[in-house]
């Protein structure tokens, strides 16, 4: 078996709503080979390394139903097997995964397998560990030729879950990350460790551990500060030992002489018990046990030694939740076995594991145990007497084996009330009380006892997960304490996607937001924007993007552009939204990474439509769309149409539901809301500059759906229309989306349309408007579209009849040749019966708009299909016509002129502002270096245009150069 691609997907996907990760697998040979062919030992080895393989239910739905699916007929495909057996590797570290999924991917042999995961480079190791296990378990003719046959299946798996505990969150911070999961709140891991997001933007919340993020920095000190703190806590009358801070070993001694022996040393700072020592009774241990200390703090403590029972008792938010008697790790002797065998008996408690993995920890017999039996005369192989307690740690902490029982509901009130005060003592929203007494159900003030510490940071297992006793959910009580009954805990949040219009939709309803008051942060196609501002360049409509928004303190309303790519890469960075909304479905992008159909295209975009939670919002006219409605749970489904006769829609208005129509009117055509039976008109499309006067049909349908999920999301009906009126498409705003120069003497639309339904829609503009001279057509397509895509593009072009057609090819050829983009769109528009002199193949993106633009008369209309937009958008603000240059040079011998600042070198990877038209000299235009042009043909002809200037082309007809005659 051989791994050919790997997806992991941080959260939902057309595989779950949850994350997974999805592998290609290649069977090989193996195709040939279900399980009951390698036979029925194969099975039987596999689940003796995996014994939990026999409690998989597999599609027979109850225990046992996967091993069934192996042994019965002819079995099942490895495949299979390999989805659960990652599944279950991941089990034995812990980690509750159930799900999994396997299909045949298309090709023989070959396989998609996904499966959930909690860590994501933790279940890539799983699926390595699982792959190789398989290997092992297979004929040796089988196996593949790189396969180390050294393999041992015991030393991997313990390697395995010590690898997943080093990046699993610790059993406190993740005890708290299910308590919000419980409540529905989401929550990001912000790094490898500990620190934990709980919440979305600016109603977020920070966890490290138990430490929050209201957690006073003072307080943290003081705990830390175990002098500091004993002398607070005395001062108080709360009880607390004689405590001594020294530097050296001989101070110790003395300091313990004056103290009284017995006595305890333990590091100035340490935590978990390490370092600490307790009982000593004279000198020689005194300055071992400072040697020890000093490992973990040059300052050691030294205080009087309290007997009586370890006790930690949390305080949440000046509450008592928890209390656990605490015993360090120990055997008791039966006369018969030694203390090794004891302790393997121990260890065999399903209930423990290695380290964090279960809820005890094995215990070992390390240089600490053996330390603790050499004082009793003891050695492993000693047999201790029947019912002798014989402890291997020093210290109670479940992390080194120790045990818990629950005392919360026996505890003393005084002891209670003495935790909360010193708690609050000390000023911690979540503190632990170290405190150790005869007996917990009786007052200290009458058999005594004392608080060791106060911790700023305890750990929650003990409680949740005790040895004995009811657990406690002290995780549920942090998460009550950050987030109050009815505090929120998220932002509203919006995704869009679609094949066209989901940027200029995302950029509408961010600007909606904004006027209304709100800290929008917006995803897009150029960048991550908060507030207005662009924070990060690139195009950010995948999970990452996401991320960074919702992650924000700062951002009140997400607005998520979702594109197909980051949907099909690595799914979506949150479980829900609150509107979800499809604009359409169509062909683009086509023939790649597995999606060849429409069909297919709209289940992974269908992935927004079902986790919308409140309401989704779908296009009406588009049947993939329409059909989404049956698979989302949101509370509405609100359709949007440009059709008032649409019939589908007029029900569903009937029944009480939501939907956006254009309906016209005497003033023009109306957007117009239906609501639980109200009729609510909204704006004239003419009034939105963005739909050109209402011409632009589809930043019509655009607007419907900004306003649709702007009401959806409960903006108000003014703040809706105001943010329409005054949103328009100049390239500042939203860039290589219909972006209209009118500063020439002729218009130039500029558009990033790549697929033949957005060159459609703007050629059917450019037929609309009133043009009284000619319409020119810098015609596109991007390289790595299927061949029937690229026809298509120049189909819907050949229709608009445009009077000069410019095909070119984009920077990046994407796999293509040279000029083989620009030559099928000249094929396809001949084909069409468009006639050869009214086609030009120009094939640098550059040397076509400039020639697009020269030809330009006053009264024409340029539509320009860009690729790089901002420096196609700078080539248009600073072109100037021979014209132009004839009045500059006039102007010049009359008045000195300079630069203005607007007309000043761009960057390319630059957004420019809209432009005036700029007076400069002649000679200081900024004008592009024309690139090396290849050299297609030796034969050469010439031709001359309206303007005077010759054009140079090849035998085939295509641009090689153009040379103004002065």
Same mark, same amino acid.
């Given at each position: 078996m051989k791994i050919l691609d790997r997806n992991v997907y941080v959260g939902p996907s057309h595989y779950a709503h949850f994350p997974v990760i999805r592998l290609e697998v290649d069977l090989g040979e193996l195709e040939a080979w279900p399980t009951m062919r390698l036979g029925r030992g194969f099975t039987d080895t596999l689940v003796e390394r995996l014994p939990g393989l026999a409690e998989h239910g597999c599609s027979y739905g109850q225990p046992g139903g996967f091993i069934r699916r192996m042994t019965e007929d002819e079995g099942t495909w490895l495949g299979h097997v390999f989805e659960h057996a990652v599944l279950e590797v991941q089990s034995t570290a812990g980690i509750a995964v159930t799900f999994g999924k396997t299909r045949s991917a298309g090709r023989d042999g070959v396989y998609d397998v996904a499966f959930e995961y909690e860590q994501d480079d933790v279940g890539i190791e799983a699926a390595d560990l699982a792959l190789d296990l398989l290997h092992s378990l297979l004929p040796t003719d089988l196996q593949p030729d790189d396969f180390d046959r050294s393999f041992d299946w015991e030393t991997r798996r313990d390697g395995f879950i010590r690898y997943a505990q080093r990046r699993a969150l610790g059993p406190s911070t993740a005890s708290i990350v299910h308590a919000a999961e419980k409540r529905g709140i989401p929550w990001i891991r912000l790094n490898e460790q500990s620190l934990i997001q709980l919440g979305y933007g600016c109603h977020q919340q920070r966890i490290q551990a138990t430490v929050t993020g209201r957690t006073s920095h003072i307080a943290v000190e003081l705990a830390s500060d175990k002098e500091e703190t004993n002398k607070i806590l005395a001062n108080l009358g709360l009880p607390v030992p004689k405590q001594r801070l020294v530097q050296s070993a001989d101070r110790a001694v003395r300091e313990a002489e004056r103290i009284g022996f017995p006595v305890v040393l333990k590091p100035y700072n340490g935590n978990h018990g390490r370092g600490v020592s307790i009982n000593l009774s004279d000198k020689s241990e005194i300055r071992e046990a400072f040697d020890r200390a000093a490992e973990h703090s040059r300052s050691v403590i030294v205080e009087s030694f309290i007997t009586g029972h370890d006790h930690r008792m949390v305080v949440i938010d000046g509450e008592l939740v928890a209390v656990s008697k605490r015993e360090p790790g120990h055997v008791v002797g039966d006369g018969e076995h030694s203390i090794e065998q004891l302790v393997a008996f121990v260890n065999s408690d399903p209930r423990r594991g290695i380290g964090h993995e279960k809820v005890l920890t094995r215990i070992e017999l390390d240089a600490q145990a053996t330390g603790l039996l050499e004082k009793l005369g003891y050695t492993a192989a000693s047999v201790p007497p029947r019912d002798e307690v014989v402890y291997l740690r020093l210290t109670a902490n479940l992390s080194t084996g120790g045990t818990a029982r629950d005392m919360t509901d026996l505890v003393h009130p005084d002891n209670a009330e003495m935790a909360v005060r010193a708690v609050k003592a000390i000023g911690l929203d979540i503190g632990g009380v170290d405190f150790l007494t005869p007996d917990i159900t009786q007052s200290y003030k009458e058999i005594g006892g004392a608080i060791c510490e106060i911790n700023a940071a305890p750990g929650f297992r003990m409680h949740m997960a005790p040895s004995d006793g009811r657990p406690r959910d002290v995780a549920g009580k942090t998460i009550d304490m950050l987030f109050p009954a009815g505090a929120p805990v998220t932002i509203p949040i919006a995704a869009i996607t679609g094949t066209n219009g989901k940027t200029t939709t995302s950029r509408m309803l961010a600007h909606i937001h904004k006027l209304a008051g709100k800290r929008v942060g917006l995803t897009t196609t150029d960048g991550v924007y908060v507030d207005g501002q662009r924070t990060v360049v690139g195009d950010m409509t995948g999970p990452t993007a996401a991320r960074i928004v919702l992650s924000d303190p700062n951002v009140e309303v997400a607005?998520?552009?979702?594109?197909?790519?980051?949907?099909?890469?690595?799914?979506?960075?949150?479980?829900?939204?609150d509107v979800g909304a499809v604009i359409n479905v169509r062909a683009d992008h086509l023939g790649q990474k597995g999606i060849d159909t429409l069909e297919q295209l709209a289940e992974i975009k269908r992935t927004v439509i079902e986790i919308a939670r409140d309401t989704a919002v779908l296009n009406a006219d588009d049947p993939l769309t329409l059909r989404m409605a049956a698979y989302t749970e949101a509370k509405h489904v609100c359709y949007v149409t440009l059709n008032p006769d649409h019939e589908l829609v007029r029900e569903h208005i009937r029944a009480g539901g939501r939907a956006i129509a254009l309906e016209n009117g005497i003033n023009g055509s109306m957007i117009t809301i239906y609501d639980h039976g109200a009729h609510i008109p909204l704006l004239w499309t003419h009034l939105i500059p963005a739909t050109i006067e209402g011409k632009a049909l589809h930043n019509v349908q655009n607007a419907m759906f900004a306003a649709a999920m702007a009401f959806a999301m409960g903006v108000r009906l003014e703040d809706i229309r105001h943010g329409l009126r005054t949103f328009d498409t100049s390239f500042f705003q939203a860039p290589g989306r219909l972006n209209v120069y009118d500063q020439h003497a002729f218009k130039v639309l500029f558009d990033y349309g790549h697929n033949a339904d957005a060159v459609e829609q703007l050629c059917q503009l450019a037929n609309r408007l009133e043009i009284k001279g000619r319409r020119i057509c810098v015609l596109s397509a991007p390289g790595d579209r299927r061949d029937q895509d690229i026809i298509a593009i120049a189909d819907v072009a050949a229709e608009a009849a445009f009077d000069l057609y410019i095909c070119r090819r984009d920077d990046s050829r994407r796999g293509r040749g040279d000029a083989e983009v620009p030559q099928m769109l000249h094929d396809a528009l001949t084909a069409h019966g468009i006639i050869s002199n009214r086609i030009e193949i120009i094939v640098d993106e550059q040397e076509a708009i400039d020639t697009a633009l020269?030809?330009?008369?006053?009264?024409?209309?340029? &539509? #320009?299909?860009?690729?790089?937009?901002?420096?196609?958008?700078? *080539? #248009?603000? *600073?072109?100037?016509?021979?014209?132009?240059?004839?009045? &500059?040079?006039?102007?010049?011998? *009359?008045?000195?002129?300079?630069?203005? !600042?607007?007309?000043?070198?761009?960057?390319?990877?630059?957004? !420019?502002? !809209?432009?005036? !038209?700029v007076v400069m000299p002649v000679a200081e235009i900024p004008r592009a270096p024309a690139p090396p042009r290849e050299n297609f043909s030796a034969t050469k002809k010439t031709e001359t245009d309206s303007l005077g200037s010759t054009i140079v082309r090849d035998d085939r007809g295509v641009f090689l150069a153009r040379e103004a005659n002065d």
């Amino acid at each position: 078996m051989k791994i050919l691609d790997r997806n992991v997907y941080v959260g939902p996907s057309h595989y779950a709503h949850f994350p997974v990760i999805r592998l290609e697998v290649d069977l090989g040979e193996l195709e040939a080979w279900p399980t009951m062919r390698l036979g029925r030992g194969f099975t039987d080895t596999l689940v003796e390394r995996l014994p939990g393989l026999a409690e998989h239910g597999c599609s027979y739905g109850q225990p046992g139903g996967f091993i069934r699916r192996m042994t019965e007929d002819e079995g099942t495909w490895l495949g299979h097997v390999f989805e659960h057996a990652v599944l279950e590797v991941q089990s034995t570290a812990g980690i509750a995964v159930t799900f999994g999924k396997t299909r045949s991917a298309g090709r023989d042999g070959v396989y998609d397998v996904a499966f959930e995961y909690e860590q994501d480079d933790v279940g890539i190791e799983a699926a390595d560990l699982a792959l190789d296990l398989l290997h092992s378990l297979l004929p040796t003719d089988l196996q593949p030729d790189d396969f180390d046959r050294s393999f041992d299946w015991e030393t991997r798996r313990d390697g395995f879950i010590r690898y997943a505990q080093r990046r699993a969150l610790g059993p406190s911070t993740a005890s708290i990350v299910h308590a919000a999961e419980k409540r529905g709140i989401p929550w990001i891991r912000l790094n490898e460790q500990s620190l934990i997001q709980l919440g979305y933007g600016c109603h977020q919340q920070r966890i490290q551990a138990t430490v929050t993020g209201r957690t006073s920095h003072i307080a943290v000190e003081l705990a830390s500060d175990k002098e500091e703190t004993n002398k607070i806590l005395a001062n108080l009358g709360l009880p607390v030992p004689k405590q001594r801070l020294v530097q050296s070993a001989d101070r110790a001694v003395r300091e313990a002489e004056r103290i009284g022996f017995p006595v305890v040393l333990k590091p100035y700072n340490g935590n978990h018990g390490r370092g600490v020592s307790i009982n000593l009774s004279d000198k020689s241990e005194i300055r071992e046990a400072f040697d020890r200390a000093a490992e973990h703090s040059r300052s050691v403590i030294v205080e009087s030694f309290i007997t009586g029972h370890d006790h930690r008792m949390v305080v949440i938010d000046g509450e008592l939740v928890a209390v656990s008697k605490r015993e360090p790790g120990h055997v008791v002797g039966d006369g018969e076995h030694s203390i090794e065998q004891l302790v393997a008996f121990v260890n065999s408690d399903p209930r423990r594991g290695i380290g964090h993995e279960k809820v005890l920890t094995r215990i070992e017999l390390d240089a600490q145990a053996t330390g603790l039996l050499e004082k009793l005369g003891y050695t492993a192989a000693s047999v201790p007497p029947r019912d002798e307690v014989v402890y291997l740690r020093l210290t109670a902490n479940l992390s080194t084996g120790g045990t818990a029982r629950d005392m919360t509901d026996l505890v003393h009130p005084d002891n209670a009330e003495m935790a909360v005060r010193a708690v609050k003592a000390i000023g911690l929203d979540i503190g632990g009380v170290d405190f150790l007494t005869p007996d917990i159900t009786q007052s200290y003030k009458e058999i005594g006892g004392a608080i060791c510490e106060i911790n700023a940071a305890p750990g929650f297992r003990m409680h949740m997960a005790p040895s004995d006793g009811r657990p406690r959910d002290v995780a549920g009580k942090t998460i009550d304490m950050l987030f109050p009954a009815g505090a929120p805990v998220t932002i509203p949040i919006a995704a869009i996607t679609g094949t066209n219009g989901k940027t200029t939709t995302s950029r509408m309803l961010a600007h909606i937001h904004k006027l209304a008051g709100k800290r929008v942060g917006l995803t897009t196609t150029d960048g991550v924007y908060v507030d207005g501002q662009r924070t990060v360049v690139g195009d950010m409509t995948g999970p990452t993007a996401a991320r960074i928004v919702l992650s924000d303190p700062n951002v009140e309303v997400a607005v998520l552009e979702t594109a197909r790519g980051g949907l099909l890469r690595a799914g979506m960075a949150t479980r829900h939204v609150d509107v979800g909304a499809v604009i359409n479905v169509r062909a683009d992008h086509l023939g790649q990474k597995g999606i060849d159909t429409l069909e297919q295209l709209a289940e992974i975009k269908r992935t927004v439509i079902e986790i919308a939670r409140d309401t989704a919002v779908l296009n009406a006219d588009d049947p993939l769309t329409l059909r989404m409605a049956a698979y989302t749970e949101a509370k509405h489904v609100c359709y949007v149409t440009l059709n008032p006769d649409h019939e589908l829609v007029r029900e569903h208005i009937r029944a009480g539901g939501r939907a956006i129509a254009l309906e016209n009117g005497i003033n023009g055509s109306m957007i117009t809301i239906y609501d639980h039976g109200a009729h609510i008109p909204l704006l004239w499309t003419h009034l939105i500059p963005a739909t050109i006067e209402g011409k632009a049909l589809h930043n019509v349908q655009n607007a419907m759906f900004a306003a649709a999920m702007a009401f959806a999301m409960g903006v108000r009906l003014e703040d809706i229309r105001h943010g329409l009126r005054t949103f328009d498409t100049s390239f500042f705003q939203a860039p290589g989306r219909l972006n209209v120069y009118d500063q020439h003497a002729f218009k130039v639309l500029f558009d990033y349309g790549h697929n033949a339904d957005a060159v459609e829609q703007l050629c059917q503009l450019a037929n609309r408007l009133e043009i009284k001279g000619r319409r020119i057509c810098v015609l596109s397509a991007p390289g790595d579209r299927r061949d029937q895509d690229i026809i298509a593009i120049a189909d819907v072009a050949a229709e608009a009849a445009f009077d000069l057609y410019i095909c070119r090819r984009d920077d990046s050829r994407r796999g293509r040749g040279d000029a083989e983009v620009p030559q099928m769109l000249h094929d396809a528009l001949t084909a069409h019966g468009i006639i050869s002199n009214r086609i030009e193949i120009i094939v640098d993106e550059q040397e076509a708009i400039d020639t697009a633009l020269t030809r330009a008369q006053p009264g024409d209309l340029v &539509l #320009i299909f860009a690729d790089a937009l901002a420096r196609g958008w700078k *080539q #248009i603000t *600073q072109f100037k016509s021979d014209a132009d240059r004839a009045t &500059l040079v006039s102007t010049k011998k *009359q008045v000195p002129q300079t630069i203005a !600042p607007e007309a000043k070198e761009l960057a390319d990877d630059t957004v !420019p502002p !809209p432009v005036s !038209p700029v007076v400069m000299p002649v000679a200081e235009i900024p004008r592009a270096p024309a690139p090396p042009r290849e050299n297609f043909s030796a034969t050469k002809k010439t031709e001359t245009d309206s303007l005077g200037s010759t054009i140079v082309r090849d035998d085939r007809g295509v641009f090689l150069a153009r040379e103004a005659n002065d």
